[in-house]
């Protein structure tokens, strides 16, 4: 069963940076899909940035020029998030999926989730 698990999450005030990890193990296939959700308190969960194997990548307007979204050889896949701001303050998760094709950043096409990093930005 393939196992998803995040890391990197914390405590950060306005305008810092963190840097999520997200380690998949045990996913055998060659072309996936793989995003970066959060969930704030009372509000749905969002798909923020997405990349396929082919890195292809694709951001929510409300990441767009902030977060970085990448991956290494090593099924490793990371989010680098700047000028954070307190509407960021979320949990995130990182998911992958067997897909081909330009990657979507919807929660419904994946099966695999980790159990999610909390991120608190301070004003």
């Known amino acids: 069963q393939v196992q998803v698990v995040e890391s990197g999450g914390g405590s950060v005030q306005a305008g810092g940076s963190l840097r999520l990890s997200c380690a998949v193990a045990?996913?055998?296939?060659?072309?996936?899909?793989m995003a970066w959700f959060r969930q704030a308190p009372g509000k749905e969960r969002e798909g923020i940035a997405c990349i396929n194997a082919g890195h292809e990548t694709d951001y929510a307007d409300s990441v767009k020029g902030r977060f970085t979204i990448s991956k290494d050889n090593a099924m490793n896949f990371y989010l680098q998030m700047n000028s954070l701001k307190p509407e960021d303050t979320a949990m995130y998760y990182c998911?992958?999926?067997?897909?081909?094709?330009?990657?979507?950043?919807?929660?419904?096409?994946?099966?695999?989730w980790g159990q999610g990093t909390q991120v608190t930005v301070s004003s």
């Open positions: 998911a992958i999926q067997w897909a081909s094709g330009a990657p979507s950043r919807e929660a419904r096409w994946y099966d695999n």
């Open positions: 045990k996913y055998t296939y060659n072309t996936y899909w």
